[in-house]
């Protein structure tokens, strides 16, 4: 097709167009209202968008306090919770039967080891030892007579063997009397504090039978386990704290003293025991309490004040100020700023330190060990940013923030206060 044609036939084409669309005028009335209503449409959103820029500048930012994100030497702790056991207790219990003739002690009193505690009818016992001693002392005599008629050559030597043989029994005899004896008395195997008093004098009493309780309280210890993962780094002697509710602002320290040599297969935990000392008195056993065992020291620790943290169902986060380039404040709000701190502080508004002015954001973090109003952050912040410390429950993520001195303030209220004493 030669270009006059082509030309020829595109005319047409348009003329077919224009005939199709004059007998359709309501096509041409649909393509201009389309277009008069996509230009009103992108009209709108960019006044939308101005407006909300305008009224974002007209915002008057939040007041919050802030600090940076610090970087320190960290204990790297493992916690768990348990229960203190006594580092030592026992049932006391009677070993004879009879009737109780006296008691020593009274419930919860203090005892040294050794003391004697019980003491149940033992007349017979000491009427036996007696007869164990003069048997004993007889074959001796025996014993000894016959060793010198045999050195003499005056008695056989069968005779001395024979000697010797009742000797050793009486011995045995009597071993045995002064074993019998000894178990009427219940004395007390360690130093420790003794129970409830359950029995009374006159009382009769079986072998067995539940005399006290002995409870070595003055060191206490705990079990708690460990995940596997922490395995290299467990060592006897390490550090162990522990918190309760009982005493809420004191801390006590203690040792490992024992790591199980196997991991439990169906936990994959490590069995750790750790001893504290107690000789004030202050714990008791059954005592719940919060343990932190320090494994080793991070030098390289990212940490934050604990109230920077805000916990929701997702877990902890923090909120960090950061400058937003595309943010700018309007003059009659940062007037109006500036005239107040001017007028609280007695300073003229040029010599007040520049606004800083912020936008946050919500960002969900992973704590490790917290320690002295501090909480080690392992995942999620860099060092140096800066987390809103105070002032959080009226944020929401993007909002802008003015970041304001806590050294400032504090020094502006303690001086009001002692203007208002003047």
């Given at each position: 097709?030669?270009?006059?044609?082509?030309?020829?036939?595109?005319?047409?084409?348009?003329?077919?167009?224009?005939?199709?669309?004059?007998?359709?005028?309501?096509l041409l009335r649909s393509i201009i209202a389309i277009v008069i209503l996509a230009v009103l449409w992108y009209g709108y959103l960019w006044y939308m968008q101005r407006r909300a820029e305008v009224e974002q500048s007209l915002v008057r930012p939040v007041p919050v306090m802030a600090t940076a994100v610090e970087q320190r030497t960290m204990p790297i702790l493992v916690q768990?919770?348990?229960d203190l056991r006594a580092f030592a207790?026992?049932?006391?219990?009677?070993?004879?039967?009879?009737?109780?003739?006296?008691?020593?002690?009274?419930?919860?009193?203090?005892?040294?080891?050794?003391?004697?505690?019980?003491?149940?009818?033992?007349?017979?016992?000491?009427?036996?030892?007696?007869?164990?001693?003069?048997d004993k002392a007889l074959k001796q005599l025996e014993y000894d007579r016959n060793v010198?008629?045999?050195?003499?050559?005056?008695?056989?030597?069968?005779?001395?063997?024979?000697?010797?043989?009742?000797?050793?029994?009486?011995?045995?005899?009597?071993?045995?009397?002064?074993?019998?004896?000894?178990?009427?008395?219940?004395?007390?195997?360690?130093?420790?504090?003794?129970?409830?008093?359950?029995?009374?004098?006159?009382?009769?009493?079986?072998?067995?039978?539940?005399?006290?309780?002995?409870?070595?309280?003055?060191?206490?210890?705990?079990?708690?386990?460990?995940?596997?993962?922490?395995?290299?780094?467990?060592?006897?002697?390490?550090?162990?704290?522990?918190?309760?509710?009982?005493?809420?602002?004191?801390?006590?320290a203690g040792k490992v003293d024992y790591v199980a040599p196997s991991i439990d297969p169906v936990t994959r935990t490590i069995s750790v025991e750790a001893v504290?000392?107690?000789?004030?008195?202050?714990?008791?056993?059954?005592?719940?309490?919060?343990?932190?065992?320090?494994?080793?020291?991070?030098?390289?620790?990212?940490?934050?004040?604990?109230?920077?943290?805000?916990?929701?169902?997702?877990?902890?986060?923090?909120?960090?100020?950061?400058d937003d380039a595309?943010?700018?404040?309007?003059?009659?709000?940062?007037?109006?700023?500036?005239?107040q701190q001017s007028a609280q502080r007695n300073v003229p508004i040029d010599e007040l330190p520049p606004l800083q002015i912020k936008k946050v954001k919500r960002i969900n973090v992973q704590t490790g060990t917290f320690a002295n109003g501090v909480a080690q952050i392992s995942e999620g912040l860099k060092a140096n940013e800066m987390v809103v410390t105070q002032g959080q429950q009226k944020l929401r993520d993007g909002a802008i923030v003015m970041i304001v001195d806590p050294a400032k303030r504090m020094a502006e209220a303690a001086a009001a206060a002692e203007a208002a004493k003047k």
């Open positions: 097709m030669s270009e006059i044609e082509k030309s020829n036939f595109s005319k047409a084409k348009l003329q077919e167009y224009k005939r199709q669309i004059g007998n359709r005028p309501w768990a919770f348990g207790s026992a049932k006391l219990s009677a070993e004879s039967s009879g009737n109780i003739v006296n008691i020593s002690f009274e419930g919860g009193q203090k005892v040294t080891a050794g003391t004697v505690l019980v003491t149940i009818d033992n007349e017979t016992e000491k009427a036996n030892l007696q007869k164990a001693q003069a010198n008629l045999v050195k003499r050559g005056a008695q056989a030597q069968q005779v001395l063997d024979v000697a010797k043989a009742e000797l050793e029994a009486s011995q045995a005899n009597l071993l045995a009397a002064q074993d019998a004896l000894n178990k009427t008395f219940i004395v007390a195997p360690f130093d420790g504090r003794l129970g409830a008093r359950i029995v009374s004098i006159g009382q009769y009493v079986s072998p067995g039978q539940a005399i006290v309780d002995i409870v070595d309280a003055e060191r206490l210890k705990i079990q708690f386990s460990v995940p596997e993962k922490y395995l290299s780094q467990l060592a006897v002697g390490q550090e162990a704290d522990i918190t309760t509710s009982a005493y809420p602002d004191r801390m006590f504290f000392d107690n000789k004030e008195g202050l714990l008791s056993p059954g005592l719940s309490v919060q343990v932190s065992q320090v494994l080793a020291q991070n030098n390289q620790a990212l940490v934050v004040p604990e109230e920077a943290l805000v916990y929701s169902l997702e877990g902890a986060s923090v909120f960090i100020a950061e595309e943010f700018v404040l309007d003059e009659r709000v940062r007037e109006g700023i500036l005239e």
